[in-house]
């Protein structure tokens, strides 16, 4: 669930020299891995309906579906074939197309932006101009330092300078409910939030679209430029099983949970059930269909990432994503 930027260059052009092979077929099913972003949790809900449910190997596919122990190599690996598939983030695949890693995304699985600003509902702090000469709690991401900025002088506030950063890792809720930050960016609405409020401590919510940042994919289905031209096919079946389990997860929320759970007995139910229900919107939203991307959303978004600093003009947005094979599998 939660990103980890920072590619080293070096590191990652001697990676694509190394690049490992696809999949290889055993009898009728052929396999491919697909790297989650973080531990199964409700955002990969409509994956575990879909495994359970045979939709892969419906279509030739034997799936292996799992979380390396660096998150942050996903790109790494998809970008080299090491794996076939990957569920990432948006501003993360610009990143890495800035270093000439060739991901590409081929699916939606959010459609809007779950990071967010956080404060104790008791504190009173409720738009990002209260944070003014506060301590804000992040995850050492430096993205979320250029959101938070945004979000500040949206509000009439001056910007990052006038808040103090505290570098607290992945504690973020502890952080804030132990009052060593005023708020926390980096935040998830859908799990820090409901985290908290299990624990006695409920939360106010700023969402980034709603205060100045353009609106992006929290998560998307990533895989190989070279996957997309030597083997098209894969991809396609891959899609029309992946969307599958998604639009049924959709109607569904809670059977798709119980499905991760049979999966991953370890979920946290108490929060991933109520985090599905205001998960499961987000798989569509006021897109055509479960999957779609807008150009308009790649654009704007790159184009925020490049005034911000973060990408150079080198970077094309409409090279980053398809909507081939959505729309090849859509309404099927």
Request: glycine residues 8%; contains cysteine; hydrophobic residues 40%.
């Amino acid at each position: 669930m939660k990103k980890i930027i920072g590619f080293g260059l070096l590191f990652i052009l001697s990676a694509l020299v190394l690049a490992s092979c696809g999949g290889s077929d055993n009898g009728d099913l052929k396999k491919v891995r697909l790297a989650l972003d973080w531990f199964p949790n409700a955002n990969h809900a409509g994956l575990f309906l879909a495994l359970e449910k045979g939709y892969f190997e419906e279509e030739g596919l034997e799936v292996t579906a799992y979380t390396p122990v660096d998150p942050a190599s996903i790109l790494q690996t998809v970008g080299t074939g090491a794996d076939e598939f990957g569920i990432n983030y948006q501003p993360d695949l610009l990143l890495a197309r800035a270093v000439g890693v060739p991901v590409v995304s081929v699916a939606a699985i959010v459609q809007r932006p779950l990071n967010s600003v956080m404060t104790l509902k008791e504190s009173g702090l409720t738009t990002p101009s209260d944070l003014v000469g506060k301590k804000v709690g992040y995850p050492g991401i430096p993205t979320n330092e250029f959101l938070l900025d945004t979000m500040l002088k949206a509000d009439g506030a001056p910007g990052l300078e006038s808040v103090e950063l505290v570098n607290v890792g992945f504690n973020l809720s502890a952080a804030l409910i132990g009052k060593q930050v005023d708020a926390c960016v980096g935040c998830y609405w859908t799990h820090e939030s409901i985290s908290m409020e299990n624990q006695g401590n409920p939360v106010n919510i700023m969402k980034m679209e709603e205060w100045g940042v353009p609106s992006y994919y929290e998560l998307i289905l990533v895989t190989n430029a070279d996957m997309l031209s030597e083997d098209p096919d894969t991809v396609e079946r891959f899609v029309r099983a992946f969307l599958r389990g998604y639009r049924e997860a959709a109607s569904d929320p809670q059977g798709a949970v119980d499905a991760l759970v049979r999966a991953h007995p370890e979920t946290d139910e108490a929060i991933d059930r109520p985090g599905v229900e205001l998960i499961a919107p987000l798989w569509q939203s006021d897109a055509p269909t479960v999957g779609w991307q807008e150009e308009s959303r790649w654009v704007d978004f790159t184009q925020w990432m490049q005034d911000s600093g973060l990408l150079d003009e080198s970077v094309d947005p409409l090279e980053a994503f398809s909507n081939e094979y959505v729309e090849k599998v859509s309404g099927e």
